[in-house]
């Protein structure tokens, strides 16, 4: 099976969710014996250790082009009526580095890593007559919404985000319809699919955890009273959860543990986070596993999202309990009794780490417990097996009547 993955980002170092489940499909579905070129868009140069290792299990493919939200981009969406999400992807740049690049491919299928590069995966498919799967890292439109929902009525925010949560949730529909199968990350986003396009071929296929990588010391000491929050701090949500955090649970929380430390971990943090008390600000961190040995617990503020954040399974796989908001937990099935709390309400929130924190036996009996669930549910191998079947069934149904392509 030859497969050619377009990823919008290129996914290393794995400091997110996104390209950590972009690499391990890589990675994995290349141990199964799939032959993979990935071409990925990147703003940036790329370290040459960074090819050097990708090269050992795919062949790579680097589209240097920023796909940032800048305000000249947002205006021209905006006024061309048009999904700046999937749009920006599909350019002049990028169409012709394809037209270079295909004629030197050989591939059987297309796997898109991203709603985002749909425009561009269906002129692909128009081109090259291959079918193609779609990763739904989340449901975007779901997350347009939300974030519109937060902003004031009619002000210029509201009116592009409200146009634009319309326009997406028709191109969203169109990528699920057009693609041959589609891998959602959790059973909510699967059902939302579905409300889209009833017809359509969606599976769901979790974030996978490589149980061998994110496995906890347990030799190391741990900080009864320590927190630990890694996140990436490109996504305006991201920061403003934590802020709701500091600002309404944290007191809470110090007012009965007066030396607990929260310790925040990510890239370009804002500075303004030192100001808070008993904060510990680490910045980016090549390895994220030691902070996970040493905390207590872990937390994931988040009011806007959708899909499934890995963080939180990478910290339960490290026996650390999480608490998390609601649509932080979304997607993930586990409950109190897989060591992961959730909860919208400030204090009820705060008494949830103030246990953890003021029991240790029992946060470490529920970290535990947590990564029992990982194990049981999100092992990198099963999951990202579904995907290889999956377009092994398509490829063996269309091994004799593949329709002639663009290129001879």
Same mark, same amino acid.
């Given at each position: 099976?030859?497969i050619?993955?377009?990823?919008?980002q290129f996914?290393y170092?794995?400091?997110?969710?996104?390209?950590?489940?972009i690499y391990?499909?890589?990675?994995?579905?290349s141990?199964?014996?799939a032959k993979?070129t990935?071409?990925a868009?990147?703003s940036?140069?790329?370290?040459?250790?960074h090819?050097?290792?990708?090269?050992?299990?795919?062949?790579?493919?680097?589209?240097?082009?920023?796909?940032?939200n800048?305000l000249p981009r947002?205006i021209?969406?905006?006024?061309?009526n048009?999904?700046i999400?999937t749009e920006?992807?599909?350019?002049?740049k990028?169409?012709?580095?394809?037209?270079?690049?295909?004629p030197e491919?050989d591939f059987?299928?297309v796997h898109?890593d991203h709603?985002?590069?749909?425009?561009?995966?269906k002129?692909?498919q128009?081109?090259?007559?291959?079918?193609?799967?779609?990763?739904?890292?989340n449901?975007?439109?779901i997350?347009w919404k939300r974030y519109?929902?937060e902003?004031?009525?009619?002000?210029p925010?509201?009116i592009?985000?409200n146009?634009?949560?319309?326009?997406?949730k028709e191109k969203?529909?169109?990528?699920i319809?057009?693609?041959?199968?589609v891998?959602?990350c959790?059973d909510?986003d699967r059902?939302? #699919? +579905? &409300? !889209?396009?009833k017809? %359509?071929?969606? =599976?769901t296929?979790?974030p996978?955890i490589?149980?061998?990588k994110?496995k906890?010391?347990r030799?190391?000491k741990?900080?009864p009273k320590?927190?630990?929050?890694?996140?990436?701090?490109g996504?305006?949500?991201?920061?403003?959860?934590?802020r709701?955090?500091?600002?309404?649970?944290?007191?809470?929380v110090?007012?009965e543990?007066p030396?607990v430390v929260?310790t925040?971990?990510?890239?370009d943090a804002?500075n303004?986070l030192k100001?808070?008390?008993?904060?510990?600000?680490v910045?980016?961190v090549d390895?994220v596993?030691p902070?996970?040995n040493r905390?207590?617990?872990?937390i994931?503020?988040?009011?806007v999202?959708?899909?499934?954040?890995?963080?939180?399974?990478e910290?339960? #796989? +490290? &026996? !650390?309990p999480?608490? %998390?908001?609601i =649509?932080?937990k979304e997607?993930?099935?586990a409950?109190?009794?897989?060591?992961?709390?959730?909860?919208?309400?400030?204090e009820?929130f705060a008494?949830?780490?103030?246990?953890l924190?003021?029991?240790?036996?029992y946060?470490?009996?529920?970290g535990?417990?947590?990564?029992?669930y990982?194990?049981?549910n999100?092992?990198?191998e099963n999951n990202?097996?579904?995907?290889?079947?999956?377009?092994?069934?398509?490829?063996d149904?269309?091994i004799?009547?593949?329709?002639?392509?663009f290129f001879?």
């Open positions: 099976m030859k050619l993955q377009i990823s919008p996914p170092p794995l400091d997110s969710g996104g390209k950590i489940g391990n499909i890589t990675r994995t579905l141990s199964f014996g993979v990935l071409v868009f990147s940036k140069e790329i370290p040459n250790e090819i050097a290792h990708f090269e050992e299990f795919c062949t790579l493919r680097l589209l240097r082009h920023s796909t940032s800048t947002i021209k969406f905006f006024l061309l048009k999904p999400l920006k992807f599909f350019t002049r990028s169409r012709n580095f394809f037209l270079e690049l295909l491919l059987d299928i898109l709603t985002s590069l749909y425009s561009l995966g002129w692909v128009d081109l090259t007559k291959k079918p193609f799967g779609l990763r739904l890292h449901i975007e439109w997350i519109l929902d902003q004031i009525k009619y002000s925010q509201w592009f985000l146009q634009q949560t319309k326009l997406l969203e529909k169109e990528a319809e057009s693609a041959q199968v891998f959602s959790t909510e059902n939302r #699919a +579905m &409300e !889209l396009a017809k %359509s071929n969606i =599976v296929v979790s996978g490589d149980l061998n994110w906890p010391d030799t190391a741990r900080n320590e927190i630990v929050f890694a996140t990436t701090f996504w305006v949500h991201n920061l403003n959860g934590l709701w955090f500091l600002e309404k649970v944290f007191p809470i110090r007012k543990v030396d929260l925040i971990i990510g890239k804002p303004s100001n808070f008390t008993n904060v510990s600000l910045g980016y390895s596993q902070y996970y905390a207590n617990l872990a994931s503020p988040l009011f999202g959708s899909g499934i954040r890995v963080k939180i399974l910290a339960m #796989a +490290m &026996e !650390l999480v608490v %998390s908001t =649509v932080g997607g993930i099935t409950t109190e009794e897989n060591g992961l709390f959730a909860s919208d309400n400030p009820e008494t949830y780490v103030v246990q924190i003021k029991n240790y036996d946060a470490r009996y529920k535990e417990q947590a990564r029992k990982i194990s049981e999100h092992s990198v990202i097996k579904i995907i290889f079947l999956e377009y092994k069934k398509i490829l149904k269309q004799h009547q593949s329709p002639k392509p001879p």
